[in-house]
């Protein structure tokens, strides 16, 4: 397919911008990009969307269960004479349901039954929200009856009324819940008021869009909820809920975290199967990206190679589609939006690596593989970035295991061959292995980046030169360690 200008010049421009004078930066310069980017960057812990060019961080514990610390209700004044009701009996629950309906206690209630755990600061938007979705009653002569609320009525006492307790969570904050009760609780509640169930699902909807989770605490509690609700009834949740999802590529990181917290369920387990196939699957231009975000951390699945082998199929088959400069259909921002997952995921940079492999099997023209080994630069450049004490393997060039060294080396090859890649390559190799040389590095890791380097020069002889000139300028100990391993490896032939 050809390329009309237009198109063309917006790719190269949106690569110019992110590989820009990377051939004329020295590993020096690229070392200090890297300190000026954590300088700028807002980090974040967890997951959030990506609009327009704006990219996101994605964590790997985005839908990890924080710890919570049970604590008092902090000296709090709790009168004696409050009643307390038992939420995870049915009886108890529909007792305190028919006395308090429309009231502010029911809206609690039905909060702290929904999410497993509540920040206090949280509360009054949740409640009010909750209570605008709340279908209203009226007496018996036919006029709306208002929703109780009583300022005066403490959080402490409305805890206590519900048989709810403190808690305090890794960042400090005070927070509420039913502990382990609440799935009870909130199954009495979907059972005992079945009226109530679309319009609660319309208020965790409207939660989702409007509230910005920017910890891991608040996407674990809403992607939680979500899993609890459609945990009671899947196949209406599948029309409803996760239909309503779809409408906006901003859920992306909220549907991959449910997917992953519904597969860790047994009774959901394959029914969530068949939903990330479907979103493999998709002709829509987003739905992939909860599907690599599961199969990136889920963990070992049922038919793991079938969903690996699927997944690999559809973003060859989208990332062709760049190739071939249709960027309606896949564009740089998704390739970024591929990087993030990188550094925490060896199942990402397993399927990153067979993915391009079997491109580059297929892709023989000479700008097409260009093109392909810039978008490895990309890779490179990101993970450099995030490259840190705590996490110092490079993806893509630490591999994990033999058949991913494998699989990027024909990359790695094609980089080598015009200096516009080369050369950048070779100086973000040296930033790395010059900041590598500053930390205890596991063996583990040091014996797997020899193997790269062992390989890639084994298999591009007529660059071989080149590679071990590259580090012996790098004049550091991780090169020289590297070096001392090609010429035993390779008999000292370079």
């Known amino acids: 397919m050809q390329a009309n200008q237009s198109t063309l010049n917006t790719i190269n421009g949106k690569m110019d911008d992110l590989i820009s004078g990377m051939a004329a930066k020295s590993a020096e310069d690229m070392a200090n990009e890297k300190r000026q980017q954590a300088k700028s960057q807002v980090t974040v812990d967890n997951s959030t969307n990506v609009a327009g060019n704006q990219h ?112 305090e969570n ?61 945990k009671l009834d899947f196949s209406s949740s599948e029309r409803h809920i996760f239909f309503r999802l779809y409408s906006n590529e901003k859920n992306t990181w909220l549907l991959g975290s449910i997917a992953i917290l519904l597969y860790r369920d047994k009774k959901f387990s394959n029914r969530i199967i068949s939903i990330v196939r479907a979103w493999i699957h998709s002709k829509g231009q987003w739905l992939w990206k ?28 989208r990332i062709d589609k760049l190739l071939d400069f249709r960027i309606d259909i896949f564009s740089i921002d998704d390739l970024l939006y591929i990087s993030r997952f990188l550094i925490h995921s060896e199942r990402a940079r397993t399927l990153v690596a067979k993915t391009f492999k079997k491109i580059l099997g297929k892709r023989k023209r000479y700008e097409e593989r260009e093109l392909l080994t810039e978008f490895y630069l990309i890779f490179l450049r990101e993970g450099y970035w995030k490259v840190s004490d705590g996490h110092q393997a490079l993806p893509l060039v630490v591999c994990d295991n033999k058949n991913q060294l494998l699989d990027i080396q024909p990359l ?49 002889t007529r660059h071989s030169y080149d590679i071990t000139k590259m580090l012996k300028e790098c004049k550091c100990r991780m090169a020289n360690n590297i070096l001392q391993a090609v010429k035993t490896k390779i008999g000292g032939r370079q």
Not at 176 to 191: F, I, P
Not at 419 to 444: C, G, H, I, M, W
Request: aromatic share 14%; charged share 25%.
């Open 56 to 167: 996101i961080e994605y964590h790997y514990h985005t839908y990890v269960q924080p710890v919570m610390k049970e604590v008092s209700a902090g000296g709090t004044f709790i009168d004696a004479e409050t009643k307390t009701y038992d939420l995870t009996t049915p009886d108890g629950f529909a007792s305190f349901g028919e006395k308090y309906k429309a009231s502010e206690h029911f809206a609690f209630a039905i909060i702290l039954c929904v999410f497993e755990h509540v920040e206090l600061d949280d509360l009054h938007v949740l409640k009010a929200s909750l209570m605008h979705e709340m279908p209203k009653i009226t007496d018996d002569e036919g006029k709306e009856i208002g929703i109780k609320q009583d300022p005066y009525f403490s959080i402490s006492s409305l805890v206590k009324f519900v048989s709810g307790k403190f808690y």
């Open 412 to 460: 790695a090859s094609a980089a080598l061959q015009k200096y516009d890649t080369k050369r950048p390559l070779f100086n973000l190799l040296q930033a790395y292995l010059k900041e590598l040389s500053d930390y205890s590095v596991d063996e583990k890791d040091v014996k797997r980046l020899k193997a790269f380097f062992v390989l890639w020069i084994e298999n591009n």
């Open 290 to 317: 909860p599907a690599y975000y599961f199969h990136a951390y889920v963990g070992q699945l049922v038919s793991d190679d079938d969903v690996e082998d699927e997944l690999c199929k559809t973003l060859a088959c």
């Open 170 to 230: 890794d960042d400090g904050e005070k927070c509420v819940g039913l502990g382990d009760g609440r799935t009870g609780a909130l199954k009495n509640l979907w059972e005992q008021f079945p009226s109530l169930r679309a319009c609660i699902s319309r208020w965790l909807l409207s939660v989702s869009d409007a509230f910005d989770f920017v910890t891991n605490f608040e996407t674990y509690q809403i992607s939680s909820a979500f899993a609890n609700i459609i």
